[in-house]
């Protein structure tokens, strides 16, 4: 397994179909005492949120999401293909953490990237991935 250090970047190319959204609703709602149905762009904007700690848990396993500011700048659409990327800016490596910008870009139809979610997430690193 490798070391993470300041300026890699982590990214997946992903879609989310109605059957996410559908999945996610059932599991929005089994918390709630009444059950009221969110709108969709909510729970697509759950289902963004989650991906960052979805991916630093694929690319540098047994890492802990410890924290997470996002902004939304606008919702991805069904069947749309979106890119999730997080870049490691700041390295502890006494407190063993990594301080990473979180993004999520898309194509806005005309050939043009914009983003649609952009914030920062703190993550601890396992002993392996912290360089010496």
Not at 15 to 33: C, N
Not at 42 to 54: K, L
Not at 83 to 99: C, D
Request: glycine residues 4%.
């Amino acid at each position: 397994m490798k070391k993470v250090n300041v300026g890699d970047v982590y990214r997946e190319k992903r879609v989310i179909t109605q059957k996410d959204v559908d999945t996610m609703t059932k599991v929005a709602t089994s918390f709630t005492a009444t059950p009221e149905t969110p709108r969709p762009e909510v729970i697509i904007q759950t289902i963004m949120g989650s991906m960052f700690s979805y991916l630093i848990a694929t690319m540098v396993p047994q890492s802990i999401y410890v924290e997470q500011d996002t902004h939304f700048k606008g919702v991805v659409k069904l069947d749309q293909l979106f890119e999730v990327s997080l870049t490691i800016k700041e390295l502890n490596k006494k407190r063993k953490r990594a301080i990473m910008e979180t993004k999520i870009v898309a194509d806005d139809g005309t050939g043009k990237k914009v983003d649609l979610l952009v914030g920062s997430a703190n993550v601890k690193l396992p002993n392996y991935a912290v360089p010496l």
